[in-house]
């Protein structure tokens, strides 16, 4: 918006000073150059009284002076060359054509030597400045009000263009399009606006998305415990033998509890786009994370006979990020390849161009380049083996990808640079360096 208060002032000022200066320079041409045509005749006209006066008799000066200011009807009248103080340079020019223009706050005159009465110079007084035509005054105000409306317009033609788009692309959000998007243009004013409504636009686009999913996860894979539980409480209605009924209600709890942890994970999931909104950064040495996880999935790892190992930084590194969510991002990865390694797990770290990246790889089976990027969907087990009866949801690596979202960075998956398996890193930006957050 301050781009948008700067355009519009710069707008309203530069048309102010445009159009002023423009007129200005109209009127001054057009006053100069009557003022010259009206100086110019009133100087030949000096000039022929000289002339006239030069073949007068000194006696008879002063009347014929009356008679030639009465017969033009101007102010004309003697002067004595004793009475006019003039510095040396000025007093040549009363013997010029044209004689001497001066000038004071009330009024202007000529001031011309008679040749042969030099004794005497003629004075001619000059009318006042003739006042300004009002309909001329009239029209120079429409112009500058009309061209000052004329910019404004010009200036806002591509504002009200964006706020149609704006409009438009709301509209369709709310029709039920949720791809549209208001194209990028670097001359708008409203960048900022269109910046924050596209990236509401997609944070609504994937949570829609999200929930489509979960709706058909959840009414999938409920039909399956749903139908257990059904049979279990026919067959223990109609069973007389107790232990047969101990043993179908055992079995039924076995399901609800299944049914409680699949629920408990939907809704999870479905209730962490609400904790975007309060993520706790702080300074944290990237080692101490790292060595966290590590220690934290050891029990893990020797219950599956792998060997978890970490390379950490050489000096301390302290980036600002939530500690919990960064945590438990990395302890997904870990975790995942803990459960699909053969033998060996390593977390590293990586700097480059101040941006750090958390990577996990193991030596299992990696995985296919076709599914490196669905992996990051929630639900999605490339394996199997990996049932839902077992806790296995598929949303391990979504809640990784959807932290990082969160902490603007980006989950990749490739193969393993130091064993043969999959490497998955978490990439943060060089915004989250302490460096950047001091600025």
């Known amino acids: 918006m301050k781009r948008l208060y700067i355009s519009m002032v710069a707008a309203v000022l530069g048309a102010l000073f445009i159009i002023n200066w423009g007129l ?21 006209l000096v000039d022929g009284f000289e002339q006239q006066l030069s073949n007068v ?17 101007v102010k004309l009248s003697l002067e004595s060359t004793d009475n006019i103080a003039l510095p040396q340079s000025l007093l040549a020019q009363l013997s010029q054509s044209g004689g001497l223009l001066l000038a004071s706050n009330d009024d202007a005159y000529l001031l011309r030597k008679i040749t042969l009465h030099p004794e ?4 001619l007084q000059l009318p006042p400045m003739a006042s300004e035509n009002e309909q001329e005054n009239l029209l ?28 438009f692309s709301a509209a369709k959000i709310g029709a039920g399009d949720l791809s549209i998007r208001v194209p990028f243009n670097r001359f708008s004013y409203i960048n900022t606006l269109e910046s924050s409504f596209n990236n509401m636009a997609a944070r609504i686009e994937k949570l829609v ?26 067959a223990a209605l109609d069973c007389d033998d107790l232990t047969k009924k101990n043993t179908y209600l055992s079995r039924m709890e076995i399901e609800l509890t299944r049914m409680e942890d699949m629920t408990t994970a939907f809704l999870d999931y479905a ?24 220690n934290d999935c050891q029990s893990l790892a020797e219950q599956h006979n792998i060997k978890l190992s970490c390379e950490l930084l050489a000096t301390e590194k302290l980036y600002s990020l939530d500690f919990h969510w960064c945590y ?45 990027d669905v992996i990051f969907s929630p639900f999605i087990k490339l394996d199997s083996s990996r049932s839902r009866e077992q806790g296995h949801f598929g949303l391990g690596l979504a809640i990784s990808a959807k932290v990082m979202d969160w902490h603007k960075g980006t989950i990749k998956a490739a193969a393993g640079n130091m064993l043969p398996g999959a490497r998955f890193s978490l990439l943060f930006p060089a915004q989250t360096n302490t460096e950047n957050l001091s600025l």
């Open 57 to 73: 008799k000194t006696i008879d000066l002063i009347e014929k002076t009356n008679q030639l200011a009465q017969y033009y009807q």
């Open 271 to 294: 209730g962490m786009e609400r904790q975007s909104f309060h993520l706790k950064p702080e300074l944290i040495d990237v080692n101490n994370l790292v060595e966290v996880v590590t």
């Open 209 to 234: 998305a999200d929930n489509k999913i979960l709706a058909r996860s959840i009414s999938h894979d409920i039909r399956t415990p749903m139908s257990c539980l059904r049979f279990g409480v026919e």
């Open 120 to 123: 005497a110079l003629i004075h």
């Open 24 to 44: 200005d320079k109209l009127v001054a041409k057009q006053g100069n150059e009557h003022e010259n045509t009206e100086l110019v005749v009133y100087q030949k």
């Open 328 to 372: 438990r991002a990395a302890l997904n990865l870990v975790s995942n390849a803990i459960q699909h390694a053969d033998s060996q797990v390593i977390l590293s770290i990586d700097i480059n161009n101040q941006e750090f990246s958390i990577s996990v790889e193991d030596d299992g089976k990696g995985i296919p380049k076709d599914k490196r």
């Open 140 to 167: 120079f105000t429409l112009i500058l009000y009309l061209g000052i409306c004329g910019i404004i317009l010009l200036w806002l033609l591509p504002l009200t263009r964006r706020l149609y788009l704006l409009t």
